[in-house]
């Protein structure tokens, strides 16, 4: 992380601590990431970790399609360390290696499952457009019910979020891992 010091947690102040001890012994186990960067602000950093607490384990849309969503939010924004970080949980929740390597050069990958095609397609249109037209929304809607929906975008905007903090912080993966973009 060449953009701020890399500190311990002694090396915080008590307020950086809290929201350090709440990360560490929560679902994640530890800080890392864009917590490394975020951590600088603590009370950004503890409202950003309950956010992504829910996103990532608790709301409606289903596992799999979460992580196929990350991994779309991850290559639109090349993010090494989100890629790093979910490109191998979305293949052990079933994603296909070919999907992977395909959202991984920002193509459009060959579809096993209707459900990713329509989080695929409604992720990267969201991305790109800041909108959603309707015949993109239809499909997700009917899958994901209207709660899921918004929780859809919810995430898409919480790991676009991510993604700026790992870039502009240069927050990168461990050495030798290699993006697909790169």
Same mark, same amino acid.
């Given at each position: 992380?060449?953009?701020?010091?890399?500190?311990?947690?002694?090396?915080?102040?008590?307020?950086?601590?809290?929201?350090?001890?709440?990360?560490?012994?929560?679902?994640?186990?530890?800080?890392?990431?864009?917590?490394?960067?975020?951590?600088?602000?603590?009370?950004?950093?503890?409202?950003?970790?309950?956010?992504?607490?829910?996103?990532?384990?608790?709301?409606?849309?289903?596992?799999?399609?979460?992580?196929?969503?990350?991994?779309?939010?991850?290559?639109?924004?090349?993010?090494?360390?989100?890629?790093? *970080?979910? *490109?191998?949980?979305?293949?052990?929740?079933?994603?296909?290696?070919?999907?992977?390597?395909?959202?991984?050069?920002?193509?459009?990958?060959?579809?096993?499952?209707?459900?990713?095609?329509?989080?695929?397609?409604?992720?990267?249109?969201?991305?790109?457009?800041?909108?959603?037209?309707?015949?993109?929304?239809?499909?997700?809607?009917?899958?994901?019910?209207?709660?899921?929906?918004?929780?859809?975008?919810?995430?898409?905007?919480?790991?676009?979020?991510?993604?700026?903090?790992?870039?502009?912080?240069?927050?990168?993966?461990?050495?030798?891992?290699?993006?697909?973009?790169?």
């Amino acid at each position: 992380m060449s953009r701020l010091p890399e500190r311990t947690r002694d090396q915080l102040e008590p307020a950086q601590q809290v929201a350090w001890d709440r990360i560490a012994s929560g679902a994640r186990g530890g800080v890392g990431g864009p917590f490394l960067s975020l951590i600088t602000s603590a009370e950004l950093c503890a409202r950003v970790e309950q956010v992504g607490v829910f996103i990532r384990y608790e709301c409606s849309v289903p596992q799999r399609l979460r992580e196929l969503a990350i991994l779309c939010v991850g290559q639109h924004w090349r993010a090494d360390y989100e890629w790093f *970080a979910h *490109a191998h949980i979305a293949a052990r929740q079933g994603v296909p290696q070919t999907v992977i390597d395909a959202i991984g050069q920002g193509q459009t990958p060959p579809f096993d499952a209707a459900s990713d095609g329509y989080v695929h397609d409604f992720v990267r249109v969201l991305l790109r457009d800041g909108r959603v037209p309707d015949a993109i929304y239809a499909p997700v809607q009917a899958l994901l019910g209207d709660k899921g929906a918004v929780e859809l975008t919810g995430l898409v905007g919480y790991y676009s979020l991510l993604a700026m903090q790992l870039n502009v912080f240069d927050v990168m993966p461990p050495e030798g891992f290699k993006a697909p973009w790169r």
